[in-house]
């Protein structure tokens, strides 16, 4: 299915699961009285299907997603050849697979500030190595917002080059590209649930919580 048609399969699901779906009326009153805020139901789902398609995209198994892989430059760390950084394609959401030459094998996670092995990555004597290489994840925004964008890798072995064998990532949602129909589905019922929450629906949230969580467990079978 195609990203585009995913918002039409929101309204589906709303109508399915709630009492906002097309049925139920043209527009919908969120947040009071006041009638500026009185909105056609595809405006709430517009303005939420992105942010609900890439949360849903960040959980889902690489396996149900498609990916792309250009070429990437690896740059060297100035004071330590051993570890370096890959800056990240504007549309990058995920990794699916970095394998470096000399790498024992490729990673497919990378792990963020937070994480217990995150700081260990900062000492010579705790951080990844070539047998077992760990993949970190940062970025700071004008605002020190975190987001992502550039990748921190752990370990070369000293003297060799720094090269990519193998790069793959998932990119972000795109309303041209295809995806699988479970894929779609339970990025339509995200959606769904937060055009819920936006009304403070806290029964259908939990219902579409249910739909979610049993989609999600089917495609890991």
């Known amino acids: 299915m195609q990203g585009k048609d995913i918002h039409n399969l929101v309204l589906v699901k709303l109508d399915e699961f709630t009492p906002f779906g097309p049925d ?20 709430y789902v517009s303005e939420h299907l992105a942010e609900a398609a890439n949360e849903m995209l960040m959980g889902i198994a690489l396996h149900h997603l498609r990916y792309k892989s250009p070429n990437v430059d690896c740059v060297a760390d100035e004071d330590d050849g051993c570890i370096g950084s890959i800056v990240m394609p504007s549309d990058y959401l995920r ?13 497919h996670e990378t792990i963020k500030a937070g994480h217990p092995m995150y700081i260990k990555q900062f000492n010579p004597w705790s951080r990844g190595h070539a047998d077992k290489p760990i993949v970190t994840e940062t970025g ?21 080059a720094h090269e990519v064998r193998e790069f793959k990532y998932i990119p972000k949602f795109n309303e041209d590209e295809e995806y699988e129909q479970k894929v779609a589905e339970a990025i339509a019922l995200h959606c769904a649930r937060k055009v819920c929450e936006v009304f403070g629906s806290t029964e259908q949230v939990g219902v579409l919580t249910n739909e979610i969580n049993s989609v999600m467990e089917n495609m890991r079978l």
């Open 24 to 43: 139920s009326g043209a527009t919908l009153l969120a947040g009071g009285d006041n009638l500026d805020e009185v909105k056609p139901i595809y405006r």
């Open 95 to 107: 990794l699916h697979t970095l394998w470096l030459k000399g790498w024992a094998h490729p990673v």
């Open 140 to 160: 700071l925004d004008a605002s020190g917002n975190t987001y992502h964008n550039t990748l921190h890798y752990y370990s070369i072995n000293e003297g060799m």
